[in-house]
């Protein structure tokens, strides 16, 4: 496996081939946990793994470098996927300074029992020199949390960016160019749907500044590194970060007597006489990661639900949440689903929910009493077309 980024700089991180939950995020393809050597006249990690991992990072650090030989070790993000192993990696570095933001720092202290680092607290703009090369630091609030910052080495025009164009991605190789590119960018896109939509804004802030940057290579925090694709990682990110809506409709729903499945079935097919990608979902047997994944860059979504004791049924109102925190915008859509005695209940709350999360409403709920009548059925693929409709003006 090849380690090295530039001469002198390597992976020294852990692969975590079977992980299959990110707290809620399905990860069917494992991921990493991506840390950094970078050797000079000083020599500084960048970044930890997750805490179970911590051994396997001290043993591959160790085989390029004496432990007492580390002068720093730089935290860009307190999450213990990223942190779990520094209260590990400190004792074994008798030398080492803890290099973060002050942020990051009072999270630290809040994680771990800290009282024997020495800190060396930076701020934005804040540089270090390793001797050849400099560590430059820039920070990067809410790309995902408060404290967040990337390190950047001009003289390598390398850029190690913590969450930012990461993948749940477990992988025996380092490098984009070393794996199926539609591939890993399905991963980041799934990666940004799941871990870091809800912050389009700051992210597409972040990016600004980093296209100031000389960039030659991205080091992410998880999965692989880029080298050949950066322009492809970044054109795709501009358009993530506004949700841009493609050609594109998904319908959702849960069922109990097939009578929701059947209107999803009619939506279905009226958005198909459309020249658009058109997408149904099972809520109850697709996992919400894929689902999320879809309405990032859907143009309409339709959601339907059955009536569950006068409201929607359990695993529905759990995408829903799940959606709902994550925020995906400039979206239009709307609400269908059965009920029996009274109107009350699934549809109805679903377009609640809807309006919560500002999808543009293309209609009021479409309802079907027990089972959808013909007349019903033609409905839906009436409103399933002008979902198409509003989809084919993104081509």
């Known amino acids: 496996m090849n380690t090295e980024l530039k ?28 840390a950094y050597l970078v050797q000079d006249e000083k020599n500084a990690v960048i970044d930890a793994v997750k805490g179970p ?8 650090i160790k085989a390029l470098a004496e432990l007492e030989s580390i002068n720093y070790v730089v935290c860009n993000h307190a999450e ?14 008798p030398n080492a300074e803890l290099v973060c933001n002050a942020k990051c720092k009072a999270a630290l202290e809040m994680h771990f029992d800290t009282s024997s680092w020495k800190w060396h607290v930076v701020a934005d703009g804040d540089t270090i020199s390793l001797g050849k090369r400099t560590l430059a630091f820039v920070d990067t609030p809410m790309v995902h949390w408060p404290e967040s910052m990337f390190t950047y080495l001009p003289e390598e025009k390398l850029l190690f960016s913590m969450d930012a164009f990461g993948q749940h991605y477990a992988s025996a ?14 991963e980041a896109k799934a990666y940004y749907a799941n871990i870091v939509m809800l912050y389009g804004r ?24 880029w080298r050949s694709h950066i322009k492809e990682v970044f054109e795709a990110y501009q358009k993530w970060v506004v949700c841009k809506p493609t050609p594109k409709v998904v319908v959702l729903y849960t069922t109990m007597w097939k009578a929701t499945e059947q209107m999803a079935q009619a939506i279905l097919e009226g958005a198909q006489e459309c020249d658009v990608e058109a997408q149904l979902y ?33 695993s529905m109102a759990a995408v829903l949440c799940y959606m709902k925190g994550l925020r995906p915008t400039h979206k239009k859509g709307f609400a269908f689903g059965s009920y029996g005695w009274s109107k009350r209940g699934g549809p109805t709350e679903v377009g609640q929910v809807m309006e919560e999360m500002k999808i543009e409403i293309m209609q009021e709920p ?13 409905e839906c693929r009436e409103a399933g077309r002008a979902m198409g409709k509003i989809a084919e003006e993104y081509k």
């Open 53 to 60: 991992f911590v051994d396997k990072l001290i043993e591959r």
């Open 173 to 186: 190789f380092r490098f984009d160019d070393e794996e199926p590119l539609d591939v890993i960018l399905q």
């Open 282 to 314: 099972n809520v109850d047997s697709t996992h919400m990661t894929r689902i999320v994944t879809e309405v990032l860059d859907c143009a309409t979504v339709a959601i339907g639900s059955p009536t569950l004791n006068n409201g929607i049924m359990p």
């Open 202 to 225: 700051p992210i597409a802030q972040t990016m600004a500044r980093a296209a100031d940057l000389e960039i030659e290579m991205i080091a992410p925090s998880h999965g692989v590194i």
């Open 7 to 34: 001469e002198g700089i390597n992976w020294v991180g852990y692969i975590d081939w079977t992980v299959r939950d990110f707290h809620g995020y399905k990860t069917e393809s494992g991921s990493t946990y991506n």
């Open 366 to 378: 479409l309802r079907a009493q027990y089972t959808p009548s013909p007349e019903t059925l033609e």
């Open 80 to 93: 213990p996927d990223h942190s779990g192993g520094l209260p590990g990696l400190m004792a074994v570095c």
